[in-house]
């Protein structure tokens, strides 16, 4: 009877495994099929396409995967580090004009800093600014990233079948049950 529970649970797996791809390739079709449509449009432009001669070098992305001990794996989001400036102590003796001159070069260096940490947090800005940005090639972003929870799926679905299958040829002996 175990067996049996076993082996549906295969069963329940491989219809999971099955299903996220069909997702993936849907998922994966559209950014690609919105990818084509941003390309159309930015023709006329100097660059062309979308693509690698767009890209910004120093943009270190908003997410990892972290393999676990079992072997499945987790999408995690970076956090941004935190840039903050020390303020000087207040008991120091600074010309008012230097303090003012002072007050506003750390405001300019706060402002600069909200905008590197905005660009850093959305790669659309590198492909010509936050408004300029075609709406399909924000679509094809959303159809991507919503790419990214899918393998995760998929990766911990068929790490799972393997395990199960391989429980499966210990129990009967087999040395491999795909084969049968």
């Known amino acids: 009877m175990d067996e049996d529970a076993d082996y549906l649970e295969l069963l329940r797996l491989l219809s999971r495994y099955d299903l996220l791809l069909e997702q993936l390739q849907k998922t994966m079709g559209e950014g690609f099929q919105n990818l084509g449509r941003a390309n159309y449009h930015n023709k006329n432009a100097l660059r062309g396409r979308y693509g690698s001669d767009y890209w910004d070098e120093c943009y270190e992305g908003q997410i990892a995967v972290e393999r676990q001990n079992d072997g499945s794996v987790s999408i995690v989001k970076l956090a941004l580090a935190d840039e903050s400036e020390e303020m000087p102590d207040e008991d120091e003796k600074v010309d008012e004009k230097l303090h003012e001159e002072a007050l506003l070069r750390r405001r300019n260096q706060a402002k600069q800093r909200k905008l590197q940490k905005t660009r850093h947090r959305e790669p659309l ?47 009967n002996g087999v040395g491999d049950i795909s084969r049968h």
Do not use: H, W, Y
């Not at 600014?129 to 068929?158: D, H, M, W, Y």
């Open 125 to 171: 800005t590198m492909f010509g600014g936050i408004f300029s940005v075609p709406t399909s090639l924000r679509q094809c972003q959303t159809s991507f990233k919503g790419a990214i929870p899918l393998v995760e799926e998929l990766i911990n679905c068929k790490l799972a079948t393997k395990r199960l299958l391989d429980n499966l040829e210990e129990r």
